[in-house]
């Protein structure tokens, strides 16, 4: 293993990461030595991630919090601080989403999204700043291609995420004289995951989500952990700001086609529901 990822003695947090992408990314820390820390609304898959990385030799550790609470991140961010120290590497990753037209939303719907994404990074944000490590820190926000493309039936999304990777910005600015660089990876299309699984349920739509890729072939957790490995290591010190795509060439232009398939998916439900 290069030393230059090690991260032996080094406190890595990931919000989100009981489960997809996130649960990913924790397990390749652990793998990589760290002490890691992980958080979610569910006590249980609390309990079990914090079982699978210690089950890896990390020392681990995990509590239940919602985003959109705040008391509740500040007290589980305060215990994991007082237990594992000042943090190295935050990794903020919770996430909503669902397909839909803006007609069929409603207003809690579209709320819902925006509260979850952007507040909740805010929120996760705010909470952090007092224990990162500085300088020395690195911060990751998990974005998504919606806050750059335009895409049908994902409107919520589309706004939610332009503010999360909006905020990465100007927290690069505001934190960077800190020495905490903050910077956003926007994943593609992720096999195995719960987002994967509602967005493309059929296999004939995952099947066109592959084809969308100029590589052809899905991403995998480990692919975007492997970035978070990068951009928190020594060979990503001087990166700040940055909005990594991490998505097999996507952005290029195959993203265009899942918009199309969730407008049709939400077409299809609307009809099924009228």
Same mark, same amino acid.
């Given at each position: ?15 989100? =990461?009981? @489960?997809? *992408? !996130? ?10 030595? $760290?002490?890691?820390? #992980? ?96 300088? =020395?820190? @690195?911060? *990751? !926000? ?10 049908? $039936?994902?409107?919520? #999304? ?117």
């Amino acid at each position: 293993m290069n030393n230059s990822l090690d991260f032996s003695n080094k406190t890595v947090v990931v919000i989100g =990461g009981t @489960s997809g *992408i !996130n649960r990913g990314v924790a397990e390749l820390f652990a793998r990589h030595n $760290a002490r890691v820390a #992980v958080a979610s609304r569910s006590q249980q898959k609390v309990d079990d991630t914090v079982a699978s990385l210690r089950a890896l030799g990390a020392e681990a550790m995990g509590f239940c919090a919602d985003v959109r609470e705040p008391a509740a991140l500040a007290a589980g961010l305060g215990a994991v601080h007082g237990a594992f120290g000042t943090f190295d590497v935050v990794v903020s990753g919770a996430a909503g989403n669902f397909p839909a037209l803006l007609t069929q939303m409603s207003a809690n719907a579209f709320r819902s999204v925006i509260d979850i994404d952007l507040i909740g990074t805010f929120n996760v944000m705010q909470a952090i700043h007092p224990y990162l490590l500085k300088p =020395g820190a @690195s911060v *990751i !926000n998990i974005s998504a291609p919606q806050a750059t493309v335009p895409m049908e $039936a994902q409107s919520h #999304v589309c706004a939610a995420k332009a503010g999360v990777e909006m905020l990465t910005r100007c927290l690069a600015l505001e934190w960077g004289s800190e020495g905490v660089r903050v910077n956003a990876i926007v994943p593609g299309p992720i096999d195995g995951t719960e987002g994967m699984q509602r967005l493309a349920p059929s296999e004939a739509m995952r099947e066109a989500a592959r084809e969308s890729v100029p590589l052809r072939r899905l991403g995998t957790p480990q692919d975007i952990g492997n970035a978070c490995l990068f951009l928190a290591s020594e060979f990503g010190d001087y990166i700040n700001g940055a909005i990594l795509p991490v998505d097999g060439g996507w952005l290029q232009g195959g993203v265009a086609g899942l918009g199309r398939m969730l407008a049709t998916l939400a077409r299809r439900g609307a009809e099924s529901g009228a």
